[in-house]
């Protein structure tokens, strides 16, 4: 079997969610020739968007993405030792965190597995993240994006009070907020003042993608 | 009771009752799941509550006092402290302790059974958690004895006060508010109970693709005990008021397919045991069900109340003839919107919902942060519906 040929089932079998054959496969394609892990990294970025799109199609559920998001996780590690350090190409930067008050982090890891599977750079800040502490890391890191999780309605607040003090410290140029979790909808998107808002992660991961192809 | 109280509290019974078995009462009832809420509108934080009984009974108080809905809402989510700190849990986090004083309680997603548990899960469920789960939950248990017994024991007496406290001031505001509670007695679906407890979400969303077949099986052992927790913790004879309160959590994560294979046998067969004992149950119904309503439309007619977070409109078409839905208030407007835009959503969703019946009027989700509502929206939607949430108006 050629890589590419292995590559593109290794599309196939995430998108059906055959873990047992994308396991088999990726091993495949290392032990044949471990440069071709761009190419299987290429074709898991291409099964994972396509079990996003069964997603926001309703025939996958978030049972299918945290699963398809959780096999991606096990095998990512070892496709990006096969590759050179620093020769992966990432198409931008987001860094991630759950709001202060809030220590829920399944939706915030799901965004942080399938943004990282669409090609980002994904720098995870973790939970009960305080304003100042974006604040502080949008200057260490330089991202693009800047995403607010939150699972509980206590999150909405300080949303608001993460996205005003980015705009105190003058960062609202350099980078774009979306926010995403239970709790938002256009009202609260509204008034906590972000750039876009999602309770989608498949959704979330389009809405990025687009603002790094026109920067 | 004087006469005008027993008047009050014999006329909410009606109008709960009728209502609850899809019937038109006299007007729409009202009730809203103030847990807590109660301590940022009393002016207290939850960890007092959480820690001094009397405080709590205060707040509540306070709330059925200045709002005077149909029933009240008992705290089911404000965990006594001192039970928990007895056997040393480690599997929440609380207020003051681990969060803010003013946080509502937090439930971290953990797994303390494995994967590879499912065996000895199913061969003896009851033996498992007193064996295993029990002192990985909570670390006071996995003491030498006495230590154990002993800790076990002070939460025992310390889950007692809690009950005897709360328990009296019920009595109490049935005697002098006329006002009884919405629920009374609580357990989880099967599924919930070890997902909840044990396998942990992420855990039990791996578990339904590698081990499909044992959680089906754990699924069926584990049902007699969600049957007799609901019994239990119910107390007492049968009846079909207050009650029984179902907190529902991975459904809508699952394909109706999955549904129906890993969730819907002991869900509904706990149901359809409740009630031919003579209980009646409210879901708490969280998320999108609308994939799900076919499964619901099954279920007992008129034993069965579905708090609605989202899309009551649309279950009013589908299931409204075969559970009496509650909700219809988003927190959002609740807590952002002005009382002008409170009473016009409220009317709005009182003449979506309301006709023929089985409809109680109240936010989609527990009221928890200071900013799921703001007092005076509460206020305003309650006069509106007291006033003009009649049924021959």
Redesign the interface.
């Known amino acids: 079997m050629t890589g590419e040929t292995a590559a593109s089932q290794l599309a196939e079998a995430l998108a059906e969610?055959d873990?047992p054959k994308v396991l088999q496969l990726v091993d495949q394609i290392l032990s044949e020739s471990p440069e071709s892990a761009s190419q299987a990294i290429a074709a898991i970025q291409s099964g994972m968007d396509q079990v996003g799109e069964r997603f926001q199609s309703?025939?996958?559920?978030?049972?299918?993405m945290?699963?398809a998001a959780?096999v991606v996780k096990g095998v990512m590690p070892g496709l990006r030792e096969a590759l050179k350090a620093g020769s992966q190409k990432t198409i931008g930067k987001i860094l991630l965190g759950t709001v202060k008050?809030?220590?829920?982090?399944?939706g915030k890891n799901l965004v942080a597995v399938i943004m990282t599977a669409a090609g980002f750079d994904v720098v995870d800040l973790g939970i009960d993240v305080r304003p100042n502490s974006f604040v502080e890391a949008i200057k260490e890191h330089q991202p693009n994006i800047v995403g607010l999780s939150g699972l509980?309605?206590?999150s909405?607040?300080p949303m608001k009070e993460t996205v005003d003090a980015i705009k105190a410290a003058g960062l609202q140029d350099q980078v774009k907020v979306i926010i995403g979790g239970n709790?938002i909808?256009p009202?609260?998107h509204e008034?906590v003042g972000a750039d876009a808002w999602t309770n989608n992660a498949a959704e979330g991961v389009a809405i990025c993608k687009k603002w790094v192809e026109v920067q | 009771m004087s006469e005008n109280i027993e008047q009050l509290f014999q006329e909410r019974m009606a109008r709960l009752n009728t209502t609850i078995a899809l019937g038109e009462p006299d007007r729409v009832p009202i009730c809203f799941g103030s847990e807590t809420w109660i301590a940022s509108y009393s002016g207290i934080t939850i960890q007092e509550m959480v820690y001094d009984y009397q405080k709590l009974i205060g707040a509540a108080e306070k709330v059925i006092q200045d709002f005077a809905w149909d029933a009240h809402w008992p705290p089911l989510g404000i965990w006594p402290a001192p039970v928990f700190n007895a056997v040393g849990q480690t599997q929440y986090?609380m207020a003051g302790s681990d969060?803010?004083p003013s946080?509502?309680y937090?439930w971290?997603?953990r797994s303390p059974m494995s994967a590879e548990d499912y065996p000895k899960f199913i061969a003896d469920p009851m033996r498992f958690i007193f064996d295993e789960m029990m002192p990985k939950r909570s670390l006071e248990l996995a003491k030498p004895y006495p230590r154990n017994t002993v800790a076990l024991a002070k939460g025992g007496i310390a889950f007692g006060m809690y009950l005897t406290q709360l328990g009296a001031a019920f009595g109490r505001w049935v005697e002098q508010y006329g006002v009884a509670p919405l629920l009374g007695g609580i357990s989880d679906p099967a599924m919930d109970f070890l997902s909840d407890h044990y396998r942990g979400?992420?855990g039990i969303?791996?578990d339904?693709?590698?081990h499909p077949d044992e959680v089906v099986a754990a699924c069926e052992a584990m049902y007699p005990l969600t049957l007799r927790m609901a019994m239990a913790s119910f107390g007492g004879p049968p009846a079909p008021f207050p009650l029984v309160f179902l907190p529902l959590h991975v459904p809508?994560?699952?394909?109706p397919v999955?549904f129906e294979k890993f969730y819907w046998p002991t869900f509904s067969r706990l149901i359809n045991d409740l009630a031919s004992n003579g209980y009646k149950c409210l879901l708490f119904l969280e998320g999108d069900w609308e994939?799900h309503f076919p499964f619901l439309a099954q279920l007992p007619k008129g034993h069965v109340v579905g708090l609605m977070e989202r899309k009551i409109v649309e279950a009013k078409k589908a299931i409204g003839d075969t559970i009496c839905l509650m909700g219809g208030l988003?927190?959002?407007?609740l807590?952002?919107?002005t009382p002008e835009e409170c009473v016009a959503e409220t009317k709005r969703v009182i003449e979506a919902c309301a006709p023929g019946g089985g409809f109680i009027l109240s936010g989609g989700?527990a009221l928890?942060?200071p900013?799921?509502a703001k007092p005076e929206n509460l206020m305003a939607i309650t006069k509106f519906v007291k006033e003009s949430g009649g049924y021959d108006a």
């Open positions: 969610l873990e309703g025939e996958y559920f978030l049972a299918e945290i699963f959780e008050g809030d220590i829920h982090d399944i509980l309605t206590l909405i607040d709790p909808t009202q609260i008034m | 986090l969060l803010d946080s509502t937090q971290p997603d979400f992420q969303m791996m339904i693709k590698r809508t994560y699952l394909r999955d994939p988003d927190v959002d407007l807590g952002y919107g989700k928890l942060s900013n799921d």
